[in-house]
């Protein structure tokens, strides 16, 4: 089970952080994903964090945002800076293994930001 935390009112230019937890499993088995759904929008990814430490973002949040997991506490954050208006969205938590068929999803956490 995963658990996304953190969202929130922040002004443009702002910052967040997002934890996401987990239980029930570890998830250094796992590659770890923040993804995104802005109202009326599909669901998109921002950032992925492979089990060897790789990390990807979306180019809309390179620079801006950093993600980063803590094996040990079994805990995955998106640091969220210089945020924009566009960055409006509900975020999502998810951990995949694509050999296993298997994903998981986190309930969302709202991030909305304000002029």
């Known amino acids: 089970q995963l658990q996304a935390s953190g969202g929130g009112l922040v002004q443009a230019g702002g910052s967040l952080r997002l934890p996401c937890a987990a239980s029930?499993?570890?998830?250094?088995?796992?590659?770890m994903g923040w993804y995104r759904q802005a109202s009326g929008k599909r669901r998109e990814l921002v950032s992925q964090?492979?089990?060897?430490?790789?990390?990807n973002y979306a180019d809309s949040v390179k620079g801006r945002f950093t993600i980063s997991k803590d094996d040990a506490k079994n805990m995955v954050y998106l640091q969220m800076n210089s945020l924009k208006l566009v960055d409006t969205a509900v975020y999502y938590c998810n951990a995949e293994r694509l050999e296993w068929g298997a994903s998981y999803w986190g309930q969302g956490t709202l991030v909305t930001v304000s002029s």
């Open positions: 029930g499993s570890t998830l250094k088995f796992y590659t």
């Open positions: 964090v492979t089990r060897a430490g790789t990390t």
